[in-house]
């Protein structure tokens, strides 16, 4: 079965780079989630996105911003680099409505040097 | 604010032992559970989702119950094999008069280890 789809799944960047992050859902979901996993840590919600419009907004820094294609794909972009955003950036997605299950991605592994 | 608590941290048992694995979480008004598995350095993978509705879900060795008005959860792995290693993470959804119906708040995990 299909799954969520990240890229790239590594990605090293200096600080004050700016770095973009893409996510292709599982077929037929049309809302998208972003979480943030620094080391050791839980995931946290970053932002979601429902039929291609911001529905939800976590922790996300004023430096970062995603937006939701018309295909339903997703990007999470960065800029201004930081040494503390390099983690795990998941992406996740799930059919229409509350109740269904959430699958996240594989994750991208960002490192910022 | 909704808040995520997994005991124990780490657990580590011998092949073929009956394990629980705890979750319990501050705001009962929730919508539904989710626990995932990940592995190192990987992603999240979904074992099982229990609606607010529901006392129990299973799937093969795995048995997921929810007691929503004390706020916790537990996953009970029968005969446990050493590919169940793994950190074991429990996510809840909030009810959408929170306002925060479309994420999920993860608790810390289990890291869970069984030995051969």
């Known amino acids: 079965a299909a799954g969520v789809i990240q890229s790239p799944r590594h990605l090293i960047k200096e600080k004050r780079e700016t770095a973009t992050l893409k996510c292709y859902p599982i077929?037929?979901?049309?809302?998208v989630y972003w979480y943030q996993q620094g080391p050791g840590q839980d995931p946290q919600f970053l932002i979601s996105?429902?039929?291609?419009?911001?529905?939800d907004k976590g922790s996300i820094p004023d430096r970062f911003s995603a937006q939701q294609f018309s295909d339903y794909h997703s990007e999470l972009n960065m800029s201004s680099l930081e040494l503390g955003d390099s983690a795990l950036y998941f992406c996740?997605?799930?059919?229409?409505?509350?109740?269904?299950?959430?699958?996240f991605g594989e994750g991208s592994w960002l490192t910022v040097v | 604010k909704q808040e995520v608590t997994q005991i124990p941290a780490a657990l580590s048992v011998p092949e073929g032992e009956n394990l629980v694995l705890n979750c319990s979480f501050t705001d009962s008004a929730i919508y539904n559970l989710q626990w995932f598995r990940q592995d190192p350095g990987k992603g999240l993978t979904s074992l099982l989702l229990?609606?607010?509705?529901?006392r129990e879900q299973t799937s093969g060795r795995l048995n997921a119950s929810l007691d929503k008005s004390s706020g916790r959860s537990t996953l009970y792995i029968a005969a446990s094999q050493p590919g169940d290693s793994a950190t074991y993470l429990c996510?809840?959804?909030?009810?959408?008069?929170?306002?925060?119906?479309?994420?999920?708040?993860f608790g810390s995990g289990t890291q869970l280890t069984v030995l051969p």
């Open positions: 229990i609606q607010s509705s529901q």
């Open positions: 996105f429902y039929e291609k419009m911001q529905s």
């Open positions: 996510a809840v959804r909030s009810d959408i008069s929170s306002g925060s119906a479309r994420q999920l708040t």
């Open positions: 996740a997605s799930s059919l229409p409505g509350i109740g269904n299950t959430i699958y």
């Open positions: 077929p037929r979901h049309d809302t």
